[in-house]
């Protein structure tokens, strides 16, 4: 193999022999830059950019973290004002428009409540909590939202308990 390659630039002209190595001199590195180089660098960078939307994640996670334990520290001076019961809280849904999303509606032992909505909008469920959860005397037991079939709706359950309790 190496007499059939030498063999060949000595048949070659002194400028062809100059031009074929500063050919190979040329390929070589390129070659090195894109088969090599070039993928780790592309590599990297979907790393950093991973690296850096998990710090984010990480991050919005601790913010939710400290907004949840200070949400669920009871506020020594402030009074939790009696349980508006079953038909208060129908009308306030009724109001929000967001009765007719209603699916079930049940009292259960001890004053608690449970909702249920198969199909309502998020953004007006949640703009419903927010705005009757500071005086309607319950606190929330539980929430399980699911992603719903059309754009911007959930399935969701929702169980209430006096605040007393």
């Given at each position: 193999m190496s007499e059939r390659l030498i063999d060949l630039l000595v048949r070659l002209a002194p400028r062809e022999r100059i031009l074929l190595g500063a050919l190979c001199l040329l390929i070589l590195p390129v070659a090195l830059v894109l088969g090599v180089l070039?993928?780790?660098?592309?590599?990297?960078?979907?790393?950093v950019a991973e690296l850096a939307e998990t710090r984010a994640l990480n991050a919005?996670?601790?913010?939710?973290?400290?907004?949840?334990?200070r949400l669920s520290l009871p506020s020594e001076n402030a009074?939790?004002?009696?349980?508006?019961?079953?038909?208060?809280?129908?009308?306030?849904?009724i109001s929000s428009n967001l009765?007719?999303?209603?699916?079930?509606?049940e009292t259960r032992d001890e004053g608690e409540i449970?909702?249920?909505?198969?199909?309502v909008s998020f953004v007006d469920l949640m703009?419903?909590?927010?705005?009757?959860?500071p005086g309607w005397g319950y606190r929330i037991a539980s929430?399980?939202?699911e992603r719903g079939e059309r754009s911007a709706f959930v399935e969701a359950r929702l169980t209430l308990m006096p605040a007393g309790q």
């Open positions: 070039w993928p780790l660098h592309d590599a990297r960078q979907a790393a919005w996670v601790a913010e939710r973290q400290a907004e949840m334990a009074e939790m004002p009696p349980a508006i019961g079953v038909s208060a809280l129908e009308e306030s849904l009765r007719p999303f209603m699916t079930a509606l449970a909702l249920r909505f198969d199909a703009r419903w909590m927010d705005r009757s959860d929430l399980r939202l």
